[in-house]
Every structure is written in C-alpha cells, then in structure tokens.
C-alpha cells in the first residue's frame, strides 16, 4: 500500500499526502459505503482520515481569522 502511494521519491510524507487527496477524491465522488471500502482495499483508518480533514478545516478557519487571504487556502497541486 505505501509503495501505491509514495510515487517515485519512496516518501513516508508523500504517501500520507497522495493517500489523504485519493481518499478526499472518492469521498467527495462517492457515498459513505464507497468510502469505507476506498479505505478497507487499502488499508486505510477511515477515522483518523476523518480526524485529519477536521484538523484541515480548523486550521484553514484559524488561519483565514488570522488575516491570511483566501487564495492561499485553495488546493496547490503536488508533482510527486
């Protein structure tokens, strides 16, 4: 699974990164029943994605409260 999401750099961080952005992929595509098997073929904590997308949110809210501009908080693509 790591090797599936890690690309070519054989990254811990870039796993964790390319798994969260294919799971917010199918959970914005799909039902709750298409996530939970998203997560179980790959061995994923549906939970602790969750929890991370929380986080995500609370931090952008922070953030944009803290007079950082709206632009910086849109999706940067990653080349991995």
């Known amino acids: 699974v790591h090797r599936q999401f890690s690309g070519t750099r ?8 390319s798994a969260y952005q294919a799971w917010e992929d199918a959970r914005s595509v ?3 029943s298409a996530e939970y098997q998203f997560c179980e073929s790959r061995q994923l904590n549906m939970s ?6 929380e986080a995500k949110l609370q931090l952008k809210d922070l ?4 007079g950082f501009p709206d632009e910086c908080m849109h999706p940067q693509p990653f080349n991995y």
């Open 63 to 66: 953030l944009c409260n803290a």
């Open 10 to 17: 054989h990254s811990d961080h870039i796993a964790l990164l």
């Open 48 to 53: 602790t994605l969750r929890m991370t997308a």
């Open 30 to 32: 799909e039902d709750e």
